[in-house]
C-alpha cells in the first residue's frame, strides 16, 4: 500500500502564509546607515578559531576593532551570549581532554575580565528578560559527545544567590538545544531533536510548568525571540533565516506568515545558520559557510571535533558573519576571514544611550 502524506488545516495555513508572504515586497533599512547609529551603542561577540584554538571575540557592527576577549591558548572557548543589560557574558568552555572533556559554564565582563566559572556540565546557556537568572541543560552522556542534541534536563542558575534549581518538568526533558527566553519570562524555546516525541522540530516550554508546544517542525532549528517578543527567527531549512509574527492564542504562542531573509543560492553548498537580533529588532546578524565534500570540517586541529559545520566547537574554513534587515533585503558581509566566525551575538554597550 502506498505511504499517505496527510497535511492538517495548521499545515496547510503554514505553507500559504510562507509562500505569500516569502513573496510579497517589504520596507527594507539602509544597512550602512543604521550601522552608523550603533557605534558605541551595540557591539558583536562571535567565536572564532585563530592560531589553534576557539576563542570568543567582539567587534564593532560593521566588523571593525575585532578583538580577543578570552586570549586563552589551552582553552576552546564557544557560544557566547551577552546579558540584557551588556553588562555580563555567559560562555561555553571545555574543561578536561580528549573523550574526558566536559563542558562548563563561565561568566566575564564585555573587555574579558572578571573571568569565573559558575556551572561544571553546562550547556546553551540562555538569559532571563531581566537579567538574573541563566537557563542551561546538561550533557546527556558521561562522556563527551559533540552533538549539539545529546542534552537532558533543564536548570536554572540564580546569578544573586547561586543556586541552581531545576525545571518542573526537568527530568523528561531530553535533547534540546539552542535556547531562547521570551521577552514576558514565562515561555521559552528550543531546538528539539529525538526528545519530548519530537523527531525534529522548534518547540516552546512554559518557565513554570510541564506545558510543552511545537512551535515550528521539519528542519527548522536554532531559535531567537525578538527583542520586543512580537516576532522569532531561526534556522530555515539550513540554507535561510526563517522570521515569523508570534501571536498568542489558545495560550499559547504561534507563528504567523514566516518569510526567508538572506536565502543561499547554494543550498546544497552553502548553509546559513545562527540568527541573532540587534538589540533594537531592526537587524539580525547570521553565519553562512560552505559545507559538503569540496569542503570538509578539520578535525585535525586542537580542539576540534567531527560534526557538521555549523556545529559548535567544529573548525569549518570559509564560515563568516553577515548582516541583513529584519525587514529583508540586501546582506552585508562583515568578517571576511573565514576563521569558523560563528553563533554571533549582539550586546549592548553597558551605559549608552
Not at 580528549?98 to 556540565?121: A, F, S, V, W
Not at 550547556?123 to 537532558?152: H, M, Q
Not at 545562527?274 to 553565519?287: E, L, R, T, V, Y
Request: glycine fraction near 8%; proline fraction near 7%.
Amino acid at each position: 500500500m502506498k505511504n499517505k502524506i496527510v497535511i492538517s488545516a495548521g499545515s496547510f495555513l503554514f505553507m500559504f502564509l510562507f509562500c505569500r508572504e516569502s513573496n510579497s515586497a517589504l520596507p527594507t533599512i539602509n544597512l550602512k546607515q543604521q550601522l552608523q547609529e550603533y557605534q558605541g551603542r551595540y557591539k558583536i561577540l562571535y567565536e572564532t578559531y585563530r592560531v589553534s584554538n576557539f576563542e570568543i571575540f567582539i567587534m564593532n557592527p560593521d566588523g571593525s576593532d575585532q578583538q580577543n576577549l578570552t586570549n586563552t591558548p589551552d582553552i576552546q572557548e564557544f557560544y557566547p551570549q551577552a546579558s540584557p543589560d551588556g553588562t555580563k557574558i555567559c560562555f561555553m568552555a571545555y574543561q578536561g581532554q580528549g573523550q574526558n572533556r566536559i563542558r562548563c559554564l563561565y561568566l566575564m565582563n564585555p573587555d574579558g575580565t572578571g573571568r569565573e566559572k559558575i556551572i561544571d556540565n553546562g550547556r546553551w546557556p540562555c538569559w532571563s528578560p531581566e537579567g538574573k537568572t541563566i537557563a542551561f541543560v546538561r550533557d546527556y552522556l558521561p562522556r563527551f559527545n559533540i552533538k549539539d542534541y545529546a542534552t537532558e534536563g533543564l536548570y536554572f542558575y540564580d546569578l544573586q544567590s547561586q543556586q541552581i534549581t531545576e525545571h518542573p518538568n526537568c527530568k523528561n526533558i531530553q535533547h534540546i538545544y539552542c535556547l531562547t527566553w521570551h521577552p514576558n519570562g514565562r515561555w521559552i524555546a528550543a531546538t528539539v531533536h529525538g526528545g519530548l516525541g519530537q523527531d525534529h522540530a522548534i518547540i516552546t516550554l512554559a518557565r513554570d510548568d510541564n506545558r510543552i508546544y511545537k512551535l515550528l517542525y521539519g528542519n527548522r532549528c536554532r531559535p531567537t525571540f525578538s527583542p520586543e517578543g512580537d516576532q522569532i527567527a531561526w534556522c530555515d531549512l539550513d540554507w535561510a533565516v526563517g522570521v515569523a509574527k508570534l501571536r498568542l492564542y489558545n495560550g499559547k504562542l504561534n507563528a504567523v506568515a514566516p518569510r526567508q531573509l538572506a536565502p543561499s543560492e547554494d543550498h546544497e553548498g552553502i548553509f546559513v545558520y545562527h540568527p541573532d537580533w540587534s538589540p533594537d529588532g531592526k537587524i539580525i546578524a547570521f553565519c553562512r559557510g560552505p559545507v559538503g565534500p569540496d569542503h570538509p570540517v578539520d578535525n585535525n586541529s586542537p580542539g576540534t571535533s567531527t560534526y557538521h559545520h555549523a556545529a559548535i566547537g567544529v573548525k569549518a574554513d570559509g564560515w563568516d558573519i553577515y548582516l541583513v534587515s529584519s525587514q529583508g533585503g540586501p546582506w552585508m558581509q562583515i568578517t571576511t576571514d573565514g576563521h569558523s566566525n560563528k553563533e554571533p551575538n549582539w550586546i549592548k554597550v553597558a551605559n549608552s544611550p
